[in-house]
């Protein structure tokens, strides 16, 4: 199945024109693609029954013109992972880890598909990634399980601020990743048994004609299933949730010379059997610079 949303209402975007999730289930689901995440199973149930011998179209010309809104607008949690494909990791001068690296990106820069960027004051760079869409509540979930709790697959940027970052004695993934408009996804959400192979999608992102970024998901590190449990195993999952699964290498700091996005471009980021999205970046604005780190008096004394 694939669904997207369309001016906050949810609607099945397999065919030559939008299904009004609403309309055609006479009022039993939707409108909003919150409440259809929190009856997802059912919702799955009926929309199979009624159109699950539909011919798919891929990408059907509607979905261009349509006000496409973020397939879980209102997500509760954020999940990202950092580190995830191996030669990220050597890009970034680190090792692989051996258990997932895990961040958030606050649910407020959560956007839709053509989300029109002004860049804070820094260095803004660009991360396509898989992203999953929870569709149950799930807590303790077994790997072989953690399929079975993803309501579907869609694309999204993990846009990232570099220079704070990077600012303080710790990183501050959280923050530098959550500026407004930081976190685009869409076009549609596609459920796993759409794809031949889920643990094996192609991810790539470009501006203009420039491949910036291409790889696998089968190179991650941690699959969806095994992030899935990990994550359920520490704090309980919801459905809409988010999952930014890690971005494969060539991201812009890593470059010779770093390059970041700039007044002008258009970042078009791709997942093959979803679609893309595309941020143009329409202006800047000065944001407060980060502050240099404050010494403590401990720490100028030698200790902690
Ligand atoms: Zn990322």
């Known amino acids: 199945m694939r669904i997207a949303n369309v001016a906050g209402r949810t609607v099945l975007a397999h ?10 289930s006479g009022g039993r689901f939707g409108p909003s693609p919150s409440e259809v995440f929190a009856r997802w199973a059912e919702f799955c149930a009926w929309a199979d029954a009624e159109y699950g011998t539909d011919e798919v179209v891929l990408e059907p010309e509607w979905l261009r013109d349509e006000k496409l809104g973020a397939p879980s607008p209102h997500p509760r949690q954020v999940f990202a992972i950092g580190l995830n494909y191996a030669k990220h990791a050597q890009e970034s001068g680190y090792e692989l880890p051996t258990t997932p690296v895990v ?3 606050f649910p407020s820069c959560i ?4 989300y029109e960027l002004s860049l804070p004051q820094g260095n803004v760079d660009w991360e396509v990634e898989l992203v999953v869409v929870i569709g149950a ?10 399929w079975a709790v993803v309501a579907g697959l869609t694309v999204g940027q993990d846009l990232s ?5 990077r600012s303080g004695p710790a990183p501050q993934f959280g923050l530098a990743k959550s500026y407004p408009g930081f976190g685009p996804t869409g076009p549609i959400l596609v459920t796993p048994d759409e794809f031949a192979d889920p643990d094996a999608v192609e991810v790539s992102c470009r501006l203009g004609e420039e491949i910036l970024q291409h790889d696998w998901t089968s190179g991650m590190v941690f699959g969806v299933a095994a992030l899935v449990s990990w994550l359920s195993r520490i704090t309980p999952l919801f459905p ?11 991201i812009g700091m890593s470059r010779t010379p770093p390059r970041f996005l700039k007044v002008g471009d258009e970042l078009i980021s791709r997942v093959e059997g979803i679609g893309e999205i595309r941020q143009r970046i329409v202006g800047s604005y000065a944001a407060p610079a980060p502050a240099p780190p404050r010494r403590t008096a401990a720490a100028e004394a030698g200790g902690a």
């Open 240 to 250: 809409g949730d988010l999952i930014f699964t890690g971005t494969p290498s060539g």
């Open 137 to 146: 509540h799930a807590h303790n979930i077994d790997e072989d399980q953690g």
């Open 161 to 165: 601020e570099r220079i704070l970052q």
């Open 103 to 105: 961040f958030t990106k």
């Open 111 to 114: 956007v839709g598909p053509r």
């Open 15 to 24: 065919s030559q024109k939008p299904i009004d999730v609403f309309e055609a």
